[in-house]
């Protein structure tokens, strides 16, 4: 007997709702209103995943995909429809989640300039001196030649580490992250923390010519515990900002898509002007220096010890008297901010995971007037306005679409004291 189903809805993650002999079945790189013959894949009590066997009816949005590794990777979820479907889907994903804290107004959304080539970072899994990603659900690896979300500089390199790695077979290399900034193209090998390579020896090198190339020991790039250093190119990672080069850190956060950071930035500043602020979570400062910009005084609060040292770079460059760095959980010192000083707003900026209860309990405690949640992950940010919602109402809500092809937004939340 056939598993035919129809996908009625979309799920948080971007795949087709339908069901099947009573019971929920997601079914990845699906439409509403399509008609599909799907093989099960997992299953448990409450629903299963699947994968499409046959598509028997299709929605008129879809399209072929540009990605040659679409139906396996796990990485794209809407390249198979246009980005106008793509808008009203993630719309719809973001305003259902909303509606469980009561939020039924309008969702605004900004779109991203470009819908593929607008990544500036990614990180590729390495197996056998070949790069690639792991296929959706599974550490299968398959290697690529492209990624079609990545800018071109980036594919157009990947060849050539390629043959680096070829030429000498780096032992305990986790993953290759390529980041570009501006016109810079950085290139950082994560190596296993116990790894010992003599960087004074490496072969092929100069096919890497045009390129910072770094060597990174640990297990999470971005971990304290990680040690970075430089092994290739003498000039610095900086990006043109304020007038100056600003030092970039290749081990720190930064937003992928350059075009939607850059409103999604304006618009943070716009609602900061003239406020005692907090930037909770704040990586290399970029932000807290733009808020600093029209704020009264900007705290940045930063957790990544060599983030929190580009901060401190950039405020010393800048001459930015009203910023200040600080090294720490945010858990951890955002109670010594509020006791020492008036705030009146606090941009929240977290993980995926979303914020330590213990933070959005303080910012209550304390009544902080006005708060601005910036959120990659709708699903944490659900969860932590409920803990804030008894005491303030939420007055906007906008999606900057700063993943094209993907499921993942950015979704901003203001909130004020009630």
Not at 65 to 76: D, N, Q, W
Not at 220 to 231: C, G, R
Not at 347 to 362: H, I
């Amino acid at each position: 007997m056939k598993n035919e189903v129809k996908i009625f809805d979309i799920s948080y993650d971007g795949a087709g709702v339908g069901k099947l002999d009573g019971k929920i079945v997601f079914v990845p790189k699906t439409l509403p209103g399509e008609i599909v013959e799907i093989k099960l894949e997992k299953e448990n009590s409450k629903f299963s995943v699947a994968r499409v066997e046959t598509l028997i009816q299709k929605s008129p949005d879809r399209q072929k995909a540009l990605c040659p590794y679409f139906e396996i990777c796990g990485g794209c979820d809407f390249q198979h429809c246009a980005y106008e479907k793509e808008r009203e889907l993630k719309t719809q994903m973001v305003s259902k989640e909303l509606q469980k804290v009561g939020w039924t107004g309008k969702v605004e959304f900004e779109e991203s300039d470009n819908r593929f080539f607008y990544r500036n970072k990614v990180k590729l899994e390495v197996f056998e001196n070949r790069l690639g990603y792991f296929k959706r659900g599974t550490n299968e690896f398959f290697e690529i030649k492209t990624c079609p979300i990545a800018t071109k500089e980036i594919n157009d390199t990947i060849k050539k580490v390629e043959s680096f790695l070829k030429g000498n077979q780096l032992k305990d290399l986790e993953n290759v992250y390529f980041k570009q900034v501006d016109d810079n193209l950085a290139i950082c090998f994560l190596f296993d923390k116990n790894a010992k390579i003599d960087t004074k020896n490496l072969k092929n090198i100069e096919i890497l010519h045009d390129f910072l190339i770094f060597f990174a020991f640990g297990e999470v790039l971005e971990s304290n515990s990680t040690k970075t250093i430089q092994v290739f190119g003498n000039e610095k990672l900086t990006k043109k900002m304020f007038g100056q080069n600003v030092e970039i850190d290749i081990a720190a956060f930064n937003q992928v898509n350059d075009f939607v950071a850059e409103r999604l930035y304006n618009y943070v500043c716009q609602n900061t002007d003239g406020k005692n602020v907090i930037n909770a979570y704040s990586g290399q400062g970029l932000l807290t220096a733009l808020i600093a910009k029209t704020a009264k005084t900007a705290f940045g609060i930063e957790y990544q010890k060599s983030a929190h040292l580009s901060a401190e770079k950039l405020k010393n460059l800048l001459k930015q008297n009203n910023m200040h760095n600080i090294c720490g959980k945010v858990e951890n010192e955002i109670e010594g901010v509020l006791e020492k000083a008036k705030i009146d707003f606090v941009v929240l900026d977290p993980a995926r995971a979303g914020c330590q209860k213990s933070v959005l309990e303080e910012i209550k405690r304390r009544k902080i007037p006005k708060i601005l949640y910036i959120s990659c992950n709708f699903s944490s940010l659900v969860r932590d306005l409920q803990i804030l919602q008894q005491n303030y109402t939420i007055k906007n809500i906008k999606i900057f679409d700063m993943f094209p092809c993907t499921a993942n937004v950015e979704t901003v939340a203001i909130l004020e004291r009630v």
